[in-house]
């Protein structure tokens, strides 16, 4: 399957406002790196590399208007975010470029994500072996990062875990590293499906995670729900989550804006309460307790 890709080279100012508006366009994800080769020695963990001029590029799926797109960032952002390259990819292609870019990441104390293509150290520690491919959620984008970070710092042992619009499975895989007794990812996608049975496979917790359509998806009473999706959907389907939370069960949200926090509260105020709120850069998780 060929993908749509656009590249743009924009000062580092400018790169978290880029990143939030390609996101928001449809993006299935959006990498970076230096224009200029200044490399970053030793970074700090859990962080991106920020250059003084970088390129941005984001990938969409095949049938999108990429020029239209295009025409959006030039008209929404600073006339120093210019275009770069505008390409059609195969899947191959992509991914190569993308794992030559991506390197182990560190959530929290115990809680990490490698790529398949580095080894392993010998520890104790939760690691989730995650490549790019049919459905994204790798852990580099804040909102992933917030939930990770959540599940890291909760006991999570013996408890039963939805990961709804679970995309890669990141999410639900994490938990069951993290000793999560049953975890369901569930996403209208069935390439997610796919994606989060595949990554359950490579990271040997196919009898703790599985993966289901909405209307798959059988009886649950979650301790814990992760949504980390965007703010109408989490809105326009709060009915459907509270429906799979016990009483006094967890809800933890993310892919929030500052401007939508209260929108979402507002939605499931009839459902949950203990509303907390955590920001990471631009994002807010939201989290509460079921009634």
Same mark, same amino acid.
């Given at each position: 399957?060929?993908?749509?890709?656009?590249?743009?080279?924009?000062?580092?100012?400018?790169?978290?406002?880029?990143?939030?508006?390609?996101?928001?366009?449809?993006?299935?994800?959006?990498?970076?790196?230096?224009?200029?080769?200044?490399?970053?020695?030793?970074?700090?963990?859990?962080?991106?590399?920020?250059?003084?001029?970088?390129?941005?590029?984001?990938?969409?799926?095949?049938?999108?208007?990429?020029?239209?797109?295009?025409?959006?960032?030039?008209?929404?952002?600073?006339?120093?975010?210019?275009?770069?390259?505008?390409?059609?990819?195969?899947?191959?292609?992509?991914?190569?470029?993308?794992?030559?870019?991506?390197?182990?990441?560190?959530?929290?104390?115990?809680?990490?994500?490698?790529?398949?293509?580095?080894?392993?150290?010998?520890?104790?520690?939760?690691?989730?072996?995650?490549?790019?491919?049919?459905?994204?959620?790798?852990?580099?984008?804040?909102?992933?990062?917030?939930?990770?970070?959540?599940?890291?710092?909760?006991?999570?042992? *013996?408890?039963?875990?939805?990961?709804?619009?679970?995309?890669?499975?990141?999410?639900?895989?994490?938990?069951?590293?993290?000793?999560?007794?049953?975890?369901?990812?569930?996403?209208?996608?069935?390439?997610?499906?796919?994606?989060?049975?595949?990554?359950?496979?490579?990271?040997?917790?196919?009898?703790?995670?599985?993966?289901?359509?909405?209307?798959?998806?059988?009886?649950?009473?979650?301790?814990?729900?992760?949504?980390?999706?965007?703010?109408?959907?989490?809105?326009?389907?709060?009915?459907?989550?509270?429906?799979?939370?016990?009483?006094?069960?967890?809800?933890?949200?993310?892919?929030?804006?500052?401007?939508?926090? *209260?929108?979402?509260?507002?939605?499931?105020?009839?459902?949950?309460?203990?509303?907390?709120?955590?920001?990471?850069?631009?994002?807010?998780?939201?989290?509460?307790?079921?009634?």
């Amino acid at each position: 399957m060929p993908w749509k890709q656009a590249t743009f080279n924009t000062p580092k100012e400018h790169v978290e406002p880029l990143e939030d508006h390609l996101l928001s366009m449809g993006a299935l994800s959006v990498t970076l790196m230096d224009a200029e080769d200044h490399p970053i020695l030793e970074p700090a963990l859990n962080t991106t590399p920020i250059w003084d001029n970088n390129l941005v590029t984001a990938l969409f799926e095949d049938n999108v208007d990429i020029d239209a797109i295009a025409i959006s960032v030039k008209a929404s952002m600073s006339e120093k975010v210019t275009i770069f390259n505008i390409e059609t990819v195969d899947d191959q292609e992509w991914e190569r470029a993308w794992m030559d870019n991506y390197h182990p990441m560190q959530f929290g104390e115990k809680l990490w994500i490698y790529p398949t293509n580095i080894e392993t150290p010998e520890t104790d520690d939760a690691i989730v072996r995650l490549d790019p491919g049919l459905a994204f959620g790798t852990g580099t984008h804040p909102t992933t990062a917030l939930c990770l970070e959540w599940l890291d710092q909760t006991n999570l042992k *013996n408890k039963i875990v939805v990961d709804f619009g679970c995309g890669s499975g990141v999410l639900a895989i994490a938990a069951a590293l993290l000793g999560a007794k049953k975890c369901y990812g569930i996403d209208n996608d069935p390439q997610a499906i796919i994606a989060t049975d595949s990554n359950a496979n490579i990271n040997h917790v196919t009898d703790i995670v599985t993966a289901h359509l909405p209307e798959d998806t059988p009886a649950i009473e979650a301790d814990i729900i992760v949504a980390n999706i965007l703010s109408f959907p989490l809105i326009t389907l709060a009915k459907n989550i509270e429906s799979l939370c016990k009483v006094n069960g967890q809800l933890v949200m993310s892919g929030i804006l500052e401007g939508q926090v *209260n929108d979402v509260i507002e939605a499931y105020s009839p459902y949950f309460k203990n509303f907390i709120s955590s920001q990471k850069e631009d994002w807010f998780r939201i989290c509460a307790v079921k009634k």
